[in-house]
């Protein structure tokens, strides 16, 4: 009998001696992981381009690219890596060292000589962290897929308009039946996409083919797999999110029905997110939801704290009982959390 048992994460190990490197790649391996080593960030970056790992644990002082210079080069050249772990192995414990990879987006450090059972440990507590806001993330999608699912072709529906993510309803052979609010506005803009008679179509030309691509294979799906598919939109300085869902649909449909969804994420810096929903959402004071909000709309604890007239400690107190009340463990993910699901709603 068959099982479709996911495989073991995927550790990318990028380590320029080879004998810690090989200690590093055993070690994981004999936990149950899938491991791929790179000796320097070139080479890393080189495997980036065609593979995905869910974890990077990665060396700073390195020949050629650095472990700071791969860390950078990875957020920018794979924003769809942007949650993946990224994990620095240093000989230098300074704390301005932790303070520099921390600000550039690393999510934690191992002190060499590397104690491996401290490595597992960070490893696996990393991973389950991921899981859990992709779980999250899942959960709020799906519950919104089975929400559009209901609704027919040929209405306004204004509730979408509430929505801060770009919601495009589509009907079988791919046409766009509804755009809401924010897809109005994202596709008027023309920076990542544009809606001309009928259909969706991808600024650059690559995101366009791609975009067609996921929607031809959403036309093939079974209804019932619930299935989703990501596609990343390129601006000339941006890129945008978009995922393709199908619906439920009626057991016959008319050609009025949506059977797809298309959610697109727009920048940050234009998201507006309601801070009654987010009290609501996660029981928060009206202080930490005006925190969170700000910081989902791309300003730092600093302006945080300058914006609100406290001290940065403030702040961080602040931060801190978000990340609890939330259960997220770091500020990207909390910011994550707001923005990506259907909580990120536009008070009109």
Do not use: W
Request: glycine letters at 6%; one cysteine or more.
């Amino acid at each position: 009998m068959m099982t479709d048992t996911p495989p073991a994460p995927l550790i990318l190990v990028v380590e320029d001696e080879p004998a810690l490197r090989r200690d590093i790649l055993e070690e994981l391996q004999e936990a149950g992981y899938r491991t791929l080593a790179a000796q320097d960030g070139e080479t890393a970056m080189a495997f980036l381009a065609g593979i995905t790992p869910d974890l990077v644990l990665c060396d700073i002082t390195m020949p050629r690219l650095d472990g700071y210079g791969l860390l950078s080069a990875m957020r920018t050249e794979r924003p769809d890596l942007a949650a993946t772990p990224f994990v620095f192995l240093t000989a230098m414990s300074e704390p301005q060292e932790v303070i520099k990879g921390k600000l550039q987006g690393a999510d934690d450090y191992l002190v060499k000589p590397v104690d491996y059972d401290l490595l597992l440990a960070t490893v696996s507590a990393r991973l389950r962290q991921v899981n859990r806001i992709r779980g999250q993330q899942n959960t709020e999608i799906a519950n919104l897929r089975r929400a559009l699912g209901g609704l027919s072709g040929g209405g306004g529906h204004p509730v979408l308009d509430l929505i801060a993510l770009g919601v495009v309803l589509l009907d079988g052979e791919g046409r766009v039946i509804h755009a809401n609010h924010a897809a109005r506005d994202m596709a008027q803009d023309a920076s990542f996409f544009s809606i001309r008679n009928d259909r969706l179509r991808a600024s650059d030309p690559d995101c366009d083919a791609a975009l067609h691509r996921a929607v031809t294979d959403m036309k093939e799906a079974v209804p019932e797999s619930e299935k989703v598919t990501g596609v990343m939109l390129h601006g000339t300085e941006q890129s945008i999110s978009a995922l393709i869902g199908t619906l439920e649909t009626p057991a016959n449909p008319t050609p009025e029905d949506p059977q797809f969804a298309l959610f697109l994420s727009p920048p940050a810096q234009t998201k507006k997110v309601s801070e009654k929903l987010l009290i609501d959402l996660f029981d928060l004071t009206p202080t930490e939801a005006h925190v969170a909000a700000l910081l989902s709309r791309g300003a730092r604890p600093s302006e945080v704290a300058e914006a609100l007239g406290v001290s940065p400690t403030t702040i961080s107190f602040h931060i801190r009982n978000l990340l609890h009340k939330t259960g997220t463990n770091r500020q990207t993910d909390l910011i994550a959390l707001i923005l990506a699901g259907p909580m990120a709603v536009e008070t009109p």
